[in-house]
């Protein structure tokens, strides 16, 4: 092994070494949240102060909350969170038409509706926000109109390796498939409202919380993925952006060695917009390398959830009995079916 493997090893054995011990329940959410109202009621603990929505605290993009809770500011709506160890889960919330501002004459004052959707699988996200601003334009500076739908799953996974000794620094590669799109059409204006983003994310054995993907549109502007120009596979116009792709991440692991795994998707509409992910978002591929970021082409992994993850490489014995068993299928059904003509 080289010195620059060496160093590698040491590094990623002294990452594992400090996170968090696994061994988090394995667990399932769903979140919705529909806000919407011209605001100015009143609280001790302030309706004119905003702080992020506790509700989405795992999220790299979160949206903001009077600290004085929505009903009591003048606000229609809130957040929910629905748990499930087992799924899938999904949970939908609707609100309005609720007024913006004081009532005024035909066209000036406006009334907010909107949805969102979540929808959670062990490997599998969905994520949807609607929001529509109608018959006027917000009449209150305090005023709330937005939308969010979130996801997360969590889960234990452990890799083990007939090359690779129990205990040995590696590396995990996730990747994750994601398609959706997210629409704020209209002229921009002076009060005319419109903006959604959706954002993938990834905390892995504690540590920090990255984001994967952010993708972002502003009623007006062209579309941007994680604020450049979206990759192959996306296509984007003035107020849309559509289309799918795959983002991957690399983190530290010990072959044999428990490590916790929590992903989530999130979709937020503003104004009058739209952001619907609810399709999919999944994981699609696990590759796992030694110290020294050399491929290990046979592995296999395990999941406290009991979930089977894709691209997870049968050990040799495995493979050996999958193909004796299949065999043996072939060989049945040809001793049934003698007459029919040969496979090309």
Known sequence: MSVAAHWRAAVLLAACAAAPQAGAAPSLEAITGVVGGAGGGSSPLGCGTFGPVPELSFFTFNTLAPLG?????????????????????????????????????????????????????????????HANIAGGVPGSSLALFESTGAATFSDTLTASSASMANGSAGTVR?????????????????FLFGETYAALDVQHLGGPVYELMNAHVRRGGLGTISNNPPPAGWVTSTGSLSGGST????????????????VGLLAWAYGTADSSFLSTAELTGLELFDAGHNPVTTFSITAASGTHYAAAVPEP????????????????????????????
């Not at 498939?177 to 002076?190: C, F, K, N, Q």
């Not at 983002?247 to 929590?262: H, N, S």
């Not at 299949?326 to 496979?343: D, F, I, Y």
């Open 247 to 262: 983002f991957a991440i690399d983190m530290p692991m010990v072959w044999g060695q428990p490590w916790d795994l929590k």
């Open 69 to 129: 809770g929505y009903g009591p500011c003048g606000y229609s709506g809130g957040y929910t969170t629905a748990t499930s160890p087992s799924g899938p889960l999904s949970r939908h919330a609707s609100l309005g038409p609720v007024i913006l501002g004081p009532p005024g004459p035909p066209g000036s004052t406006g009334y907010f509706d909107g949805t969102a959707d979540a929808r959670a699988s062990y490997g599998s996200l969905g994520a949807a926000a």
């Open 174 to 190: 996730y990747t994750f498939s994601v398609d959706g799109s997210l629409t704020s059409l209209g002229t921009p204006g002076a």
């Open 317 to 344: 014995s495995t493979v050996v009995l999958m193909l004796a068993g299949l065999a043996g299928l072939m060989w049945r059904k040809a001793r049934s079916n003698t007459s029919a003509p040969p496979v090309p």
